[in-house]
């Protein structure tokens, strides 16, 4: 049953009739399903977790976060994927490689905290190029070379850095089935077949366009602390479709989010949802067709404070496309569009609004105020990293270096960020080539709550067990695109 608007998606095919009527397969969107060609994990750590404002303090020592990422392909094709880390400052890449997954494969990796980073460790066996350590004494360690020396951004240069972020995975192909390729990584009783005799050579010739299907997740547990989160990964569909393939060899940074094609005229397409009906736009960049997929004007979500569970509240909003519009310590310059500021030593800021609830709808008189500490160089709330951490009460679960912190009278309720945040023209607005107007910005997320009941009295027995829990939920988002 076609139970979107009709009139209203035939007004936007008409509004946009250099697109034809090639239909929505062609226009790059957020799979409600959670299955795509591109998925984007908003948040990893491996910081430790320590004391809060609160008094909340961790009962056993050292206390680290691990971040564990798992990614399945859904379908009958092997495949071929680019998995990229990002750190959460400025999207500084650090550490990419190359995945081959056999048909209905699951790969799994763990982000572990090393001396002075981060680095990825897997005891899958499915192959990389590089190969990935399967030493978790001895990770993969993550790289600074992106954000020091010539590329430095005026933040910090250090490997810390590296410690949180987010994760980006691109399908770069399906691999024909019979091709050497394929059956190199194809596993026989559990293992691939050869991971040697993988080459670039028969790679390029047995990667054909991407069929998508892949889905993922990411688990952030901290087991001294007795904590553990996590959520899926935002799937994008219709990423890719049209030939060639996106396969680069072990060693490129590409491809990248910069890549979407179809079949358009204009080449890019984005699609998305606003009150029930389907909306399709047209622009002059891949970059701009992700971006306006991922917009949304207002961001919304629960927070839980209760002081009977020592409860904590923690919001993750990353901006995926951020790096492809503002430019590295520069401060007399201003993106070319979108963004509000250029990124230096404290970010990139972008304003935004703040409200928010208790759960008997009453909400501070007047404005409720904005972050604290205030962002420099903005004397509104505002978001200045690309993967934010947005603290209640200063509870930092996390202990994110990139949060800022909401002060609320209240220990339960919900609120809003207004993601257009009192910016005007082109701030914060995305014009597509048919003069739609997509307001906000580009965003993923999640909210996270903690509850902790400290040491239970195990019944019959005078032992006892730590009881702490954690849930992760999906942002609640609304959608604005005006004529």
Known sequence: ?????????????????????????????????????????????????????NGITPTFSNPQFNSLLSVVTSTASAKAVKVRFLEGKDSREVLDFNLSLSANDVWTAGIL????????????????????????????????????????????????????????????????AGSPTAVAITHVNGVPKDCSAINDT???????????GLFGGMTIINVNSSAETGGDAVALEAFRTVPPALWFKGGSISPTLQDQQDATATGHQAEVYQGGAVILAAFTSGIDAVSAALMHNNVMNEYVLDSGTASLTDWVLTYPTKRYYVFADSKQQTPPKLF????????????????????????????PGGFSPPPPGSPNPALCWEANVVTWNNSNLFSSKNGVNISTPYQNGWGRLGLVGGATAPIHQLVSTTLQTFNGLPVVGFSTNTFYNGAVPLANTTATIQSAYGASFKHKTTTLVTP
């Not at 509000?340 to 404005?367: H, L, M």
Request: aromatic share 8%; charged share 15%; proline share 4%.
């Open 202 to 212: 028969d790679a390029v010739a047995d990667t054909v366009l991407g069929s998508g």
């Open 1 to 53: 049953m076609n139970t979107f608007n009709k009139k209203s998606l035939y007004a936007a095919i008409a509004g946009v009739s250099a697109l034809g009527m090639a239909g929505t397969a062609n226009a790059v969107h957020v799979n409600p399903d959670g299955l795509g060609q591109v998925l984007i994990y908003p948040y990893y750590t491996v910081r430790t977790r320590v004391q809060v404002s």
């Open 113 to 176: 905290p090393t001396t002075d980073g981060a680095g990825v460790v897997t005891f899958d066996k499915s192959c990389t190029t590089p190969v990935v350590s399967s030493n978790a004494s001895s990770p993969s360690t993550f790289v600074n070379f992106a954000y020091t020396g010539s590329n430095a951004d005026g933040a910090d240069t250090s490997l810390d850095r590296t410690r949180e972020g987010y994760v980006e995975i691109i399908e770069m192909g399906d691999l024909t």
């Open 340 to 367: 509000q500021r250029n990124f230096w030593a404290t970010g990139a800021c972008d304003d935004v609004t703040i409200k928010f609830y208790d759960r008997e709808e009453q909400t501070p008189g007047g404005s």
